[in-house]
């Protein structure tokens, strides 16, 4: 597999990219914030009161398919481009998506935008904490906005649904790697999101997306990727589809297959919002 480059603008970027790139007229910053109840953050508040130079903010929860009862499902493409057209985002802009805690929900925006077939489309590595941490700009002014032309295409290889992982599991041809962490794959912490079982899908392997990063919240290199899968006993060989709570931080999973130069995969949208919650589909403990 291609081994992966320090900085590549289809994958992830080094605050010092964004920072000599910044002034770019193509280039469009986005504030994909976004975190638990519990965690006790208010994304939107926090990049009123500071983010980079130029950024919009990217409502997770809005601008998603509200028609579904599961959270921040992928949106119509109709929807995406719509909302982007005003943010100002178009065809042939270089995107740039961070978020405030390092490298968390920015992957779930740069997939959307693949899922939408756009391929110009990077994380902020380390996000607004490295960036800070780096001695780079923050504003809080609100960027001025002008409508651009934006065409989307949905990929429909890029996800799945319950039917199709169903499927996969019983048929073992795919590697379903959950991200979540080790107690609530095993079933002995409870789901923050009430009414769903503990456990996780028969025959998924575990990665928690944090394996994936270095402690000051940047991602991994190639050989620690590596590593991490091959150390959750994961089959890079096979076609894998990832999954976690509500399809947010299954998107790291997705950026470091990409990173190792593996093209083969889909994130599974409904998750275990989807899955915990349907009796009649199995659930493995331990």
């Not at 199709?164 to 095993?186: C, N, P, S, T, Y």
């Not at 999101?193 to 994936?212: C, V």
């Not at 076609?239 to 083969?264: F, M």
Request: aromatic share 6%; charged share 25%; glycine share 10%.
């Amino acid at each position: 597999m291609a081994a992966p480059l320090d900085s590549d603008p289809k994958t992830l970027v080094s605050t010092d990219w964004l920072a000599r790139n910044l002034a770019s007229p193509d280039i469009r910053v986005i504030d994909a914030s976004w975190y638990l109840p519990e965690d006790g953050r208010d994304p939107k508040a926090e990049y009123n009161a500071a983010h980079i130079p130029g950024a919009r903010f990217f409502d997770i929860d809005e601008i998603a398919d509200t028609r579904s009862d599961l959270p921040h499902m992928a949106p119509p493409p109709e929807k995406f481009m719509s909302r982007m057209r005003k943010m100002g985002v178009g065809d042939g802009h270089q995107v740039v998506v961070y978020d405030g805690a390092g490298i968390y929900s920015a992957p779930r925006v740069w997939w959307l935008f693949r899922l939408m077939g756009k391929t110009d489309v990077a994380v902020l590595d380390g996000g607004l904490p490295r960036w800070r941490a780096a001695g780079h700009p923050i504003e809080d002014m609100p960027p001025v906005l002008r409508e651009r032309h934006l065409t989307a295409r949905r990929q429909a290889h890029l996800v799945r649904d319950v039917t199709q992982v169903a499927a996969a599991m019983k048929l073992g041809d795919h590697e379903i790697v959950d991200a979540r962490g080790a107690e609530r794959f095993q079933g002995q912490a409870p789901e923050p999101r009430a009414g769903l079982r503990s456990g996780h899908i028969p025959g998924s392997k575990n990665l928690h997306y944090r394996a994936l990063l270095n402690a000051d919240g940047t991602m991994k290199d190639g050989a620690g990727l590596a590593a991490a899968f091959d150390a959750a006993g994961i089959d890079r060989d096979k076609p894998v589809i990832t999954t976690c709570g509500s399809g947010v931080t299954a998107a790291i999973v997705n950026l470091a297959l990409e990173r190792l130069g593996q093209r083969d995969h889909a994130l599974y949208d409904g998750s275990w919002a989807e899955w915990g919650r349907f009796e009649q589909l199995p659930v493995a403990t331990g």
